[in-house]
């Protein structure tokens, strides 16, 4: 599989990134640009980690993974809430423009305090299975038969990472800071389906039936448009909304 | 300074952590977990094939039982492992999984009925029992003689990880967020929590606990080439390490996954294998039957990295821009299969490699992945040197893996670790020697201590970039401690190291960022960093032998006489520029399976005399118990249920048994 080299110039990415650092009390926020060269395979985790180690090292952003699986790097990638670590820069245009996610609290540039939300969110909606009797059940007998289904469909619900994209993308997000979002709609109809949890539908309109919850949806549908795991995110909060609606 | 009080400390909070903050909370301790991240985003969440437990439900498992998972793992680890916690693992691994199944966990089930399956590059169909219909379903993994990984699609860690921080948030257990660990406190041989830095505003603060965890994965990023998380740098390692008293085992024993998609090093399951997929070469043959006639892609992880390594220098590997590769293929595994079952896999070839692996095959290459090696515990998850320490998970060495890993036991082992140590954790706070006694005045030393190491890196005076020191480090260890290791090229690496050592005293800072600074966090991370690698690359110099992961061209055979021992590295002077290394000796006459030959691999070893004792009294053993069942049999051989928590002795139910 011989390839015949070809001489190709590669592009000078101009990344401008929203900057902010609310520990320095000096700090305004500001767009900053920065030149890169761009590489083979570059991803924006790449090309942001160059920008820091060569470049600015006081740049804040966060990565884990680096290979879309844990969620940490949502952003606003020319407008639109993405992962950046699985962004290919070759998918972009020359200039980028960066910004924290918004509805989040900012730790620093492209930093926003997505843990904490979600950590919130889970104790509001208490994102567990409620079982009676958990911590005495056996775990020396065969476990419960689940039908094969209804264990893929629960994990088609559970593949959500709790990025923030979703609530980003948010209309009613952007105005109510109560707002729980299609990431808190989406696990509810996860335990709902659940037959290991034992909570009844008039439980969960408790939870989520009314302005904050489900009822707070304006079906702008951003939420499925920006999920990166394309969770069918409209037509669950459809369905919840029909459930609840019936309570 | 502020200073929390609480029972214990959890630093981490990944499956291991988050299980054993658990255990201790539901005995009536108070627990803080802190971890680096958010909870959810720590990287037990990227496991992706499976868990390893021998429920026998689906065909591929029928029969399987704790013996079979019990021998398969102590093979894996070349008898490197401490068989009395293989035991304890695999007895507790069934249980492990149905306890997250009560709590939620969507594992993927056995259907009833005939199914398509891949084996050996055909097409077979095999028929699900009616009986079986509905229970936890398994696949085939490497170096094991069953269907033993249970898992959520491809997503398993995942699935795992979120239920496990949901239980622990239905627990009421608080978890501090990005939070450094930076320095244990510890007086008189006794660990009383540790100095911590918020990661958001850079503040210093003091965590006292009765007993601390450490739980805080692996180290992989001291290589370049790594399936690890960014966050995967070993500061909690570092900072045992660090305490000069507490020692590191097996350091030199790290892991390469056979297949990192290349060049990035982002994992591809284990999974893709045991389900059917194919390794091939430059000219798209199948070559590891050529290797290993009887395993193929199934053996072990450090003999397929091996072969595929082999089978590249032998000029069979792939061209690239980037180097040399060889190939995964899973296009015979089919479209509904890969839609299902290897879905994360079709994302990550689609995103970071352009590829749809439905048609198109996946560059692959050996990268590390996992680190054997780490906090040295005793079976309940101890410091043996450092009262008050516990460690669980890839960060702790108890040893379950010995120079080995089989897929798939990582995440069984976070979860069982987790259920172990947080008993031992409850049960050292409910004991006299939980008690406490610390002076405030010790505390604010641990503190300024720290507070002048980092305005100490703020104002060396130097001009070395953390960055580049890093990236140097990283070169040498993925160029020198890699799959093939030679005293040469180890000799080198350690040299190279501690000029790194010496380079990262003279930092220079370019930022002096207010908040948490990314780069000073660089250069402390870089400074402690370095004594792990040195750990593993002077641990690897003086092992000359070949032991699972860990080869020496120069040194091919597994040496039993001379190295049934495992590495203790400690680091007793601050200033010094190699660690101590010691070494504790794996007793042959006390295992149940003596060394021999794992199945796979070379057949090629130095036998120690004990082995041929042990085996004849063994035998005859046995020979008096004809009739006896394996229960009794096992327990004859190698008692190890009394080291459990009582409540984790019961014998596991399978398929058939009697309730």
Redesign the interface.
């Known amino acids: 599989m011989k390839q015949i080299p070809v001489k190709q110039l590669a592009r000078t990415l101009h990344i401008q990134i929203l900057r902010h650092n609310p520990c320095d009390p000096q700090s305004e926020p500001r767009l900053q640009t920065f030149e890169l060269e761009e590489a083979d395979a570059m991803t924006l985790f790449i090309a942001l980690s160059d920008i820091r180690e060569n470049q600015d090292p006081s740049l804040q952003f966060d990565f884990v993974c680096r290979a879309g699986i844990c969620g940490s790097c949502g952003m606003i990638i020319n407008g639109r809430p993405g992962l950046a670590c699985r962004t290919l820069t070759k998918d972009l245009p020359d200039r980028i423009t960066l910004a924290p996610l918004p509805a989040f609290e900012l730790i620093g540039d492209l930093s926003v305090n997505t843990g904490k939300w979600m950590r919130g969110m889970s104790e509001q909606l208490e994102t567990w299975v409620h079982s009676q009797g958990l911590e005495q059940a056996s775990i020396d007998t065969l476990e419960a038969t689940m039908e094969p289904e209804l264990a893929e469909q629960l994990y088609e619900l559970e593949r959500c990472i709790e990025c923030g994209c979703c609530i980003a993308a948010c209309g009613t997000a952007q105005m109510r800071e109560d707002f729980i979002g299609a990431v808190g709609l989406n696990q509810i109809t996860r335990f709902q389906l659940d037959p290991r949890d034992q909570r009844s539908d008039a439980d969960y309109y408790q939870l989520v039936g009314d302005d904050s919850g489900v009822f707070g949806c304006m079906t702008l549908l951003g939420c499925e448009d920006m999920c990166p795991k394309q969770l069918p995110l409209a037509t669950q909060i459809a369905f919840l909304r029909r459930r609840m609606a019936s309570v | 300074m502020q200073i929390i009080y609480t029972d214990v400390l959890v630093i981490g909070g990944g499956l291991a952590g988050q299980r054993a903050a658990i255990g201790a909370k539901?005995r009536g301790h108070d627990v803080i977990v802190l971890s680096l991240?958010?909870?959810?985003?720590?990287?037990s969440?990227?496991a992706q094939g499976g868990m390893q437990a021998s429920?026998g439900n689906c065909l591929g498992a029928a029969g399987d039982n704790e013996d079979i998972h019990f021998t398969d793992t102590v093979r894996g680890s070349d008898w490197g492992a401490d068989q009395e916690v293989v035991r304890m693992f695999a007895h507790t691994a069934p249980?492990?999984?149905?306890?997250l199944?009560?709590?939620?966990v969507?594992?993927?089930?056995?259907?009833r009925g005939d199914h398509e399956i891949t084996v050996n590059g055909e097409k077979q169909t095999v028929t699900e029992a009616d009986a079986a219909?509905?229970?936890?379903?398994s696949r085939n993994f490497g170096g094991t003689q069953k269907w033993r990984a249970c898992y959520?699609?491809d997503?398993t860690g995942?699935?795992m990880l979120?239920?496990m921080?949901?239980?622990a948030?239905?627990e009421n257990i608080p978890?501090h967020?990005?939070m450094e660990a930076m320095a244990l406190i510890h007086e008189d041989g006794r660990c009383c929590g540790a100095i911590v830095r918020n990661l958001?505003?850079?503040e210093l603060l003091a965590y006292v606990a009765k007993a601390t965890c450490i739980a805080t994965g692996g180290f992989g990023r001291i290589y370049r080439v790594s399936t690890n998380?960014?966050?995967n740098e070993g500061m909690g390692a570092a900072i045992a390490l660090e305490t000069g008293i507490a020692t590191l085992g097996n350091m030199e024993a790290i892991q390469f996954h056979p297949t990192g998609i290349f060049?990035?090093g982002?994992?591809v399951t284990e999974g893709c294998r045991g389900d059917g997929g194919l390794l091939l070469d430059?000219q798209e043959h199948r070559f590891m039957p050529d290797y290993e006639a009887e395993k193929a892609e199934l053996a072990s992880r450090d003999v397929v990295s091996r072969r595929m390594e082999e089978h590249i220098a032998a000029g069979h590997g792939?061209?690239s821009?980037?180097g040399e590769h060889l190939w995964l293929d899973i296009r015979l595994l089919g479209k509904q299969h890969i839609n299902?079952n290897l879905r994360?896999v079709k994302?990550?070839c689609q995103?970071?490699l352009?590829i749809d692996p439905v048609t198109q095959l996946i560059p692959v290459r050996p990268a590390q992945h996992y680190s054997m090696g780490g906090v040295r515990t005793n079976h309940r998850g101890e410091s043996p040197q450092l009262r008050g320490l516990f460690s669980a998970g890839e960060s702790a060495c108890w040893d379950m893996h010995g120079f080995n890993r089989l897929g798939g036991n990582s995440v069984a082992e976070t979860v069982v670790a987790g259920m172990i140590v947080g008993e031992t954790m409850a049960d050292f706070c409910d004991s006299t020697a939980g008690a406490l006694n610390i002076s405030t005045a010790l505390v604010e030393k641990f503190g300024r201590r720290q507070q002048q190491l980092l305005s100490g890196i703020s104002d060396t005076g130097g001009s070395e970039?953390a960055?580049e020191l890093l990236k140097l480090m990283q070169e040498t260890m993925t160029g020198n401690v890699g799959i093939f290791r030679h005293g040469e090229r180890l000799q080198e690496a350690v040299t190279t190291l501690q000029s790194l050592q010496q380079r990262s005293q003279h930092i220079r800072?370019?930022?002096s960022?207010?908040?948490?600074?990314?780069?000073l966090v660089?250069a402390y991370r870089v400074q402690r960093m370095l004594k792990l690698a040195q750990c593993v690359a002077y641990g690897a110099l003086q092992r000359t032998e070949s032991r699972g992961a860990h080869f020496r061209a120069d040194y091919p055979q597994r040496n039993d006489l001379e190295w049934m021992r495992r590495t203790l590295a400690t680091w007793p002077d601050k200033n010094a520029m190699l660690p101590t290394l010691d070494y504790e000796t794996l007793n042959i006459m006390n295992m149940e399976i003596p060394p021999g030959w794992r199945g796979y691999g070379a057949k090629d070893y130095i036998e120690h005399p004990d082995t041929a004792r042990r085996q004849q009294q063994i035998d005859s053993v046995l020979q008096g118990m004809e009739g006896a069942n394996r229960h009794t049999q096992q327990e004859t051989l190698m008692p190890f249920k009394h080291l459990l928590p009582p409540h984790l002795r019961?014998?596991?139910?399978?398929?058939g048994d009697e309730?």
């Open positions: 539901r991240v958010p909870a959810k985003r720590s990287h969440s990227a429920l249980k492990a999984i149905r306890e199944t009560a709590w939620g969507p594992w993927n089930r056995v259907q219909h509905g229970l936890i379903t959520v699609s997503g995942h699935a979120y239920t921080s949901n239980q948030i239905a978890v967020e990005r958001m505003t850079g998380a960014v966050i060049p990035a982002i994992l430059a792939a061209q821009r980037f299902t994360e994302e990550i995103y970071f352009g970039s960055f800072l370019r930022s960022a207010a908040g948490a600074n990314p780069e660089a019961g014998n596991n139910q399978r398929l309730q």
